[in-house]
């Protein structure tokens, strides 16, 4: 799977299932947008407009029920288990549904507070979301007997040091969280490598990934990964609003108790479900991963007319795995090309990984700075005049921001996507050297 990729006629497929990139305004004029703001969230599929609507107006009801519309949500709630079950390589007990990454991991952290003890000791990251640094500092406010160390990176690549990892894990370690990637810079640290070395030195520690930048790019593998929770947001993969929440089937299912209400089920994964879920978000989150594994589907009948072979029969993972794969290489092309453009352009820094040898350890986002007296909120506003969507900010990476930005105290993010083209980004490279003027 290392070299298959998008090719004309797939993409041409994708590009045509996004409405947006037809962006009309209210008068019916079309306009020329390039959607480079993919790391705050994609754009969805109309597949997955139609499956939110489709259920707000035909299924909608609350779970449980004994009447036709009821059981039409269980069976969509329980399909999308399925689905996510399949799209992360684990079984449908060990998948529940939150509002969002962040809020699924406040309930984890809250809920694995309750054995912490004086102490204890949790590794975050320099380099993470807020989201996954906030919920596991806070608990110190009920346990200011527990340590909690931050993980720092080697720059300018942004790569977790791992000699620091070694020197904070001994027996008292209890939780270490870690970001699969950056949504700041787009640095793919070793995270399995990361994980045999906590394993190895604290065994017992509980290993929390915020998987949530990852998983437009990469295939995931929570087995191979051997975490114990991962977190995901479907708004990030062309999907709704909605977070998703692996846990390993003991964690998930008995050993960790969460906060819930008394009569919520305390025997499945929905007792990590506080309240009603938001269903049409649930059914949408179904239809984007049959969008990849409808992209899957064509990737493979592409590679079959190459080689000149008959269809082969694949499971959704396969075709899961196949379709993000094809992503994975598509952006990777995609993002050297524009990385190779971008260097060329004077008074600008680029953060993360420049390496065009080392771009398998990037997703394709890029973060830089550009030289006074512009800004880099100036930047974006320029080039948002000009169709071209990006974000300036922190990214709520409060801590690396700080430490690369300086005073300036923000960024320029550019997120490339697998609907994006080499087009696209040459247009964008012209109006970003004029955006800099």
Not at 243 to 250: E, W
Not at 368 to 390: H, I, K, N, Q
Not at 402 to 420: D, F, P, S, V, W
């Amino acid at each position: 799977m290392d070299t298959v990729t998008l090719d004309e006629g797939t993409l041409a497929w994708v590009r045509s299932q996004y409405p947006a990139l037809d962006k009309k305004d209210i008068t019916g004029k079309v306009h020329d947008v390039i959607y480079l703001d993919g790391p705050g969230g994609s754009q969805v599929p109309q597949s997955v407009a139609d499956a939110v609507s489709r259920y707000m107006l035909h299924t909608n009801a609350n779970s449980g029920g004994v009447f036709d519309n009821s059981r039409d949500s269980d069976a969509i709630i329980q399909a999308t288990r399925e689905a996510m079950g399949d799209f992360l390589g684990c079984s449908h007990e060990e998948i529940a549904f939150g509002a969002n990454m962040t809020t699924l991991t406040f309930s984890v952290s809250r809920a694995l507070g309750r054995d912490l003890r004086d102490g204890d000791e949790i590794i975050v990251t320099q380099l993470d979301h807020d989201g996954n640094v906030a919920p596991w500092t806070a608990l110190k406010v009920d346990h200011p007997g527990v340590n909690v160390h931050m993980l720092q990176v080697t720059l300018p690549e942004c790569f977790w040091d791992l000699d620091h990892l070694s020197s904070l894990l001994n027996e008292k370690t209890k939780i270490v969280a870690l970001g699969a990637a950056s949504n700041a810079v787009g640095t793919v640290n070793d995270l399995e490598g990361a994980i045999r070395i906590i394993r190895a030195r604290s065994p017992n520690a509980i290993v929390y990934v915020d998987a949530v930048h990852l998983a437009p790019h990469f295939p995931i593998d929570v087995r191979a990964l051997d975490c114990d929770f991962l977190a995901c947001s479907a708004y990030k993969f062309f999907g709704p609003h909605i977070g998703i929440l692996y846990g390993k089937k003991d964690l998930l299912l008995s050993r960790t108790t969460p906060f819930k209400v008394t009569p919520a089920d305390n025997v499945t994964s929905v007792r990590w479900e506080t309240g009603t879920q938001n269903h049409e978000g649930i059914a949408g989150t179904l239809a984007a991963i049959q969008y990849i594994e409808a992209l899957g589907e064509k990737v493979a009948a592409a590679q079959k007319k190459e080689k000149e072979e008959g269809a082969e029969i694949m499971t959704r993972r396969q075709k899961l795995l196949l379709a993000m794969n094809a992503i994975r290489n598509y952006e990777r092309s995609l993002f050297q090309g524009l990385l190779e453009d971008i260097k060329t352009i004077p008074n600008i820094k680029i953060f993360g990984v420049t390496d065009v040898n080392k771009l398998g350890h990037r997703t394709p986002t890029l973060a830089l700075d550009v030289s006074p007296p512009l800004g880099v909120v100036d930047v974006a506003r320029r080039l948002a005049a000009e169709g071209v969507y990006t974000w300036a900010g922190t990214f709520y990476a409060i801590h690396i921001i700080k430490q690369l930005a300086g005073e300036r105290g923000k960024l320029l993010r550019i997120g490339l996507t697998h609907y994006n083209t080499k087009h696209e980004l040459k247009r964008f490279v012209d109006i970003l050297k004029k955006a800099l003027e």
